[in-house]
């Protein structure tokens, strides 16, 4: 008998979400695997409440979850454990600000972000990375805007 691991990454809506337009967009997904979807969003649901309820009330963005299933010969689950990340940098910059299209060459777009915009996304990822340094994180979110060919203009105070 062989297991092996699968992983999959899933965007999956927060707890205010309709109940049955969460299970039907997973159900494709988890059905083959033989994941339960209720059950599954049973222990997503109790693990945003205990751990991200309030950025969920907050902001309600979809969340990046990781599935990582121990499957057996057959192709079924016999395990699982969710990982949630948060969204990603492209995403909520367009979710805070009118940037509708971000640019695939630094330097070519003229937009720029101010500071507070680069801070919230920092609190918003730092949830799920208690242990890197704010700074790190901000310099590394600083990056990928100016990957996408944005510029961070810096609040005088």
Do not use: H, W
């Amino acid at each position: 008998m062989s297991y092996s691991i699968l992983k999959m990454i899933v965007g999956v809506k927060n707890t205010g979400s309709n109940k049955d337009e969460r299970i039907a967009s997973l159900s494709a997904i988890f059905g083959p695997r033989g994941i339960k979807t209720i059950d599954f969003l049973a222990k997503f649901d109790n693990l945003i409440n205990s751990q991200y309820k309030d950025y969920a009330k907050k902001f309600g963005y979809p969340f990046n979850v990781k599935v990582l299933a121990f499957m057996d010969s057959k192709g079924k689950a016999l395990s699982y454990s969710i990982e949630v990340d948060m969204p990603s940098v492209s995403y909520l910059l367009k979710e805070l600000t009118n940037i509708s299209k971000l640019s695939k060459k630094p330097g070519t777009n003229n937009n720029r972000v101010e500071e507070d915009i680069v801070e919230k996304i920092v609190d918003i990822k730092i949830l799920t990375r208690p242990l890197l340094q704010r700074d790190k994180l901000k310099k590394s979110i600083i990056g990928t805007l100016k990957s996408c060919g944005l510029d961070v203009k810096k609040i005088k105070t």
